[in-house]
């Protein structure tokens, strides 16, 4: 499968506790997006990398969420002291972009996303 | 800040039906704009990407057409199955933003 998937798929933890997601991208994808989305919504932007770096930071990402692509591959994103708002499905997405425009060249791709519930 | 609407919210037609899923956005400078589907509880599945400087995209019984001076984007399902039955996503991306943002989405019921 060299689609985008994310790890784990679901996860149940407390009030509290900190909780870890992982993503691997489409292999040749320089750009990756973490989203969230609850029930009946769309998806929210949360971040996006290009390559190892961190371009973007939505304020729905506050200081107990932390993002990383340390080796402009894979990517985690951590929840500390997790909170019941903090109940959603997070997803990560891939896209490759143009060596001179910097844009998206074409689709963005996503993976089936992590489920989180916190009790 | 782009602000997504799509209408209607819910749908349920009987199988082979033609359908129109409708989207709006508020910000006309958009590089492009994708549509999804979504099943429950997975992930989203891109169906078709319209740039900025096209009118539509076609991929097999679906059709998407873009009016971007007038904020819309329409999505035609051609003689729907029950197998179409999914939430439908638009998502327009900004020239200076490089990221998509989302409607709530049309959540369709094709029936036997």
């Known amino acids: 499968d060299t689609g985008v998937s994310q790890d784990p798929r679901h996860k149940i933890t407390k009030r509290g506790q900190n909780v870890t997601f992982r993503c691997d991208p489409i292999?040749?994808?320089?750009?990756l997006y973490w989203y969230r989305q609850t029930l009946g919504q769309g998806p929210e932007f949360l971040t996006y990398?290009?390559?190892?770096?961190?371009?973007?930071k939505s304020r729905l990402l506050s200081d107990r969420f932390s993002a990383e692509r340390p080796k402009g591959s894979f990517s985690t994103l951590e929840i500390q002291r997790t909170e019941q708002g903090d109940s959603a499905m997070y997803l990560c997405a891939s896209s490759a972009t143009g060596r001179t425009s910097g844009r998206n060249t074409g689709e963005l791709f996503f993976g089936e996303g992590s489920r989180l519930t916190v009790l | 800040k782009q602000e997504v609407t799509q209408i209607p919210a819910a749908l349920s037609v009987p199988e082979g039906e033609n359908l129109v899923l409708n989207c709006s956005f508020t910000?006309?400078?958009?590089?492009?704009l994708q549509w999804f589907r979504q099943d429950p509880g997975k992930g989203l599945t891109s169906l078709l990407l319209?740039?900025?400087?096209?009118r539509e995209q076609t991929s097999g019984r679906l059709n998407a057409s873009l009016d971007k001076s007038s904020g819309r984007s329409t999505l035609y399902i051609a003689a729907s199955q029950p197998g179409d039955s999914a939430t439908y996503l638009c998502?327009?991306?900004?020239?200076?933003?490089?990221?998509?943002?989302f409607g709530t989405g049309t959540q369709l019921k094709v029936e036997l």
């Open positions: 998502a327009p991306e900004q020239w200076g933003g490089n990221k998509l943002t």
């Open positions: 292999s040749e994808h320089n750009r």
């Open positions: 319209i740039q900025s400087s096209q």
């Open positions: 910000d006309s400078a958009i590089y492009n």
């Open positions: 990398f290009q390559n190892e770096a961190q371009l973007e």
